[in-house]
């Protein structure tokens, strides 16, 4: 298995552009969730899904937009970038509420 | 509000000493209960987890963990440290019903492990 895939890596962005991150688990997971990481703040929690078409807002949800058309993929959308978006961002999925998290590699995202 | 604190933005241990890296939470009900370990460049790797039980729990590369309702921590404990233990260190707390099974993080703890 894969796991948890996320693309890109690396993106450096200008401000004002717009961008989809992608995260894809293939172990038929229910629970995912997008969060970025900044230096002394810990995980911030952005996006997460329940399940296929079910989407609510985590802790900084402004300036991103997510989508849950199936099980497997949770695309992250930066609408409009900002140099405050300058983070490493971090998808992860779940089988249950009380299993573990797994997450992907991170894409470090630069915006000028 | 739920919340998550590790006191210490750094721990510092010689190998071979025992190593204690410190978590409280707050939280309404009972929690689950995580902690992750993330080396550079790389995301979060899961060490262990309380769901219920017994209050210490046993997990991955060595690592344990004590789970304290009445102190409402939940500290990272290992006998003997390893200089490959250095790395970035979290705690998290999932919450229960009707909040999408959340993961709520603290802010990290560095451990460095110095021959």
């Known amino acids: 298995n894969a796991g948890v895939t996320q693309t890109p890596k690396f993106q450096v962005l200008k401000t004002g552009q717009s961008m989809t991150l992608q995260c894809a688990q293939d172990m038929n997971h229910e629970y995912m969730s997008w969060y970025r990481q900044d230096p002394g703040m810990g995980l911030r929690l952005i996006h997460y899904?329940?399940?296929?078409?079910?989407?609510d807002q985590g802790e900084v949800p402004n300036g991103y937009n997510v989508s849950r058309s199936t099980t497997e993929d949770f695309p992250l959308r930066l609408l409009s970038a900002a140099p405050s978006q300058t983070s490493v961002y971090f998808c992860?999925?779940?089988?249950?509420?009380?299993?573990?998290?797994?997450f992907g590699q991170g894409t470090r995202l630069t915006v000028v | 509000a739920q919340s998550v604190a590790q006191p210490e933005d750094q721990v510092n241990v010689a190998e071979g000493n025992p190593l204690t890296v410190k978590c409280t939470y707050s939280v309404s009900g009972n929690p689950y209960l995580f902690w992750y370990v993330q080396y550079p460049n790389r995301g979060l790797q899961f060490l262990l987890k309380?769901?219920?039980?017994?209050?210490l729990v046993k997990g991955s590369y060595g690592f344990e963990a004590e789970f304290n309702k009445s102190q409402t921590s939940f500290h990272l404990k290992k006998p003997s440290a390893l200089v490959s233990d250095s790395a970035l260190y979290f705690c998290a707390v999932r919450v229960r019903y009707n909040q999408g099974g959340k993961l709520i993080f603290g802010q990290g703890t560095e451990l460095s492990v110095k021959p």
């Open positions: 309380y769901i219920t039980g017994d209050n």
């Open positions: 992860a999925s779940s089988h249950r509420v009380n299993t573990e998290a797994f």
């Open positions: 899904s329940v399940g296929a078409g079910i989407t």
